[in-house]
């Protein structure tokens, strides 16, 4: 079974907070400072349209017609900017023929219309406002256009929309930083659990400690009681397993005086029972004490001294087989496995290699998931078929009846392996032997 934990590149909570807060103010940056100058332009155009709307009314108030039909001011316009030449404001006026237009136009005219925009003198940008209407004593109606250069209006509005951006940007890091820090502080309880979670799994507290917000503190108090039921089954089951053994040794004890007792042939065939019951109960119990560790969380054991020793030790036992074992680990790798159980599950697998490996055994480790790693004892033996691969973990199954063994060894890497949620895996080596890849975790930092 995999250990779950965070996959590179997989993001953290604050991250995905900050994420989505840099997301929506980039957004919400982007939709005012587009949307407000162009408020702004309106407005201000509209203000402009008011006052040249005034002009018009001054206008059409002033125009009237003489006796020989010609169309005349009659009046002075209220801006002195009429008879300035090209100063920006400007009125055109058109009847029949006939055409009037401000001082301020000079030798130009008003060109242009509604959808392509309005030039006036040296290509001045303008706002115009117009208007028909009729005179007394004419057939014909009145053209009436008053126009004002934008170009002020323009420069006005780029000057709010520097100052705009400028704002908003400033206020986007200020927002941003401030849901930084807020993010920060909010999820300071969980960087404290992850402090204490640390402190439980060296093995220098028993329990989390402290205190949390209302949302987190149930959890605690759940996590607290799940660590003290744990220590107190492995305490029981330590109990337990010395109990047993106490309660266990007397009737062998009287087993074997008895057999002591028989002819020869009868102890040859019941004193290697007994000796194979004392084996697995010193086993077995030896198990029960072991999972009864306190700090079992902290585990952490090198693997590769751990092969050397179990090496040195099977050389001893298979001196006659001549086997060359070779080591490739780096000294550095480290799993998170107690130093006994490691024993338990590497001195398994290499004896197995030793009873069937033709004259080498490799010791390595291969790439594995995050969180875990794998490690890989092959030999050049006879193997075993891909079939049975999967049979021979099963308690109990011994595939060669005439090799010592009690069918119990593969079985009991494999339950190891599982109680630290890892994996060993029986597959065929490329040298023809038997290739076990032992998967297991490697310590948290």
């Not at 162009?38 to 509209?46: R, T």
């Not at 055409?99 to 030039?119: A, K, P, V, Y």
């Not at 029986?426 to 310590?443: D, E, N, T, V």
Request: proline fraction near 4%; hydrophobic fraction near 40%.
């Amino acid at each position: 079974m995999p250990i779950n934990k965070r996959k590179k590149g997989q993001p953290s909570i604050r991250n995905r907070l900050l994420s989505a807060a840099a997301i929506w103010l980039l957004a919400i940056t982007l939709t005012a400072g587009y949307l407000v100058p162009s408020f702004i332009k309106s407005y201000l155009i509209d203000q402009e349209k008011t006052q040249l709307y005034l002009y018009l009314d001054q206008i059409t108030a002033l125009v009237d017609i003489d006796a020989h039909g010609r169309v005349f001011l009659d009046g002075r316009l209220s801006n002195p900017r009429f008879n300035s030449p090209y100063s920006g404001l400007y009125w055109s006026l058109k009847l029949n023929n006939q055409h009037l237009r401000s001082r301020s136009l000079w030798d130009t005219t008003i060109s242009g219309n509604n959808e392509e925009g309005f030039e006036g003198p040296n290509k001045q940008s303008l706002i115009v406002v117009k208007r028909k209407f009729l005179l007394p004593d004419s057939d014909y109606p009145v053209e009436l256009s008053v126009a004002i250069n934008q170009d002020r209006l323009i420069k006005t509005l780029q000057e709010l929309t520097r100052g705009l951006w400028l704002i908003l940007t400033i206020m986007a890091i200020g927002i941003l930083t401030l849901t930084t820090l807020q993010v920060s502080w909010s999820l300071w309880p969980l960087r404290k659990l992850r402090r204490n979670l640390k402190l439980v799994r060296e093995g220098h507290t028993t329990e989390l400690t402290g205190l949390y917000p209302v949302e987190i503190q149930p959890v605690i108090d759940d996590l607290n009681a799940l660590l003290f039921h744990y220590q107190e089954l492995l305490l029981r089951a330590r109990n337990h397993s010395g109990n047993l053994s106490h309660a266990l040794k007397t009737p062998i004890a009287i087993l074997n005086n008895e057999v002591a007792l028989l002819d020869e042939p009868t102890k040859a065939k019941l004193v290697p029972a007994l000796q194979q019951l004392q084996q697995h109960i010193d086993y077995h119990l030896g198990r029960a004490r072991m999972a009864g560790a306190v700090n079992i969380l902290a585990a952490k054991t090198a693997v590769s001294s751990r092969v050397d020793a179990i090496s040195l030790a099977m050389d001893k036992v298979y001196a006659n087989r001549e086997l060359i074992l070779v080591n490739e680990l780096d000294s550095s790798v480290m799993v998170a496995v107690e130093s006994s159980d490691l024993d338990e599950m590497i001195g398994n697998l290499i004896e197995n290699s030793y009873k069937w490996a033709n004259s080498l055994i490799r010791v390595y480790q291969e790439s594995s998931q995050s969180g875990q790693i794998t490690l890989v004892i092959e030999d050049d033996g006879i193997g075993i078929a891909e079939e049975k691969c999967k049979q021979v973990l099963n308690r109990g199954v011994r595939l060669d009846e005439s090799t010592p063994g009690t069918g119990l060894g593969l079985n009991i890497v494999n339950e190891l392996a599982h109680s630290y949620r890892g994996d060993l895996i029986l597959s065929k080596s490329q040298r023809g032997g038997l290739k076990a890849s032992l998967i297991l975790p490697i310590p948290r930092n």
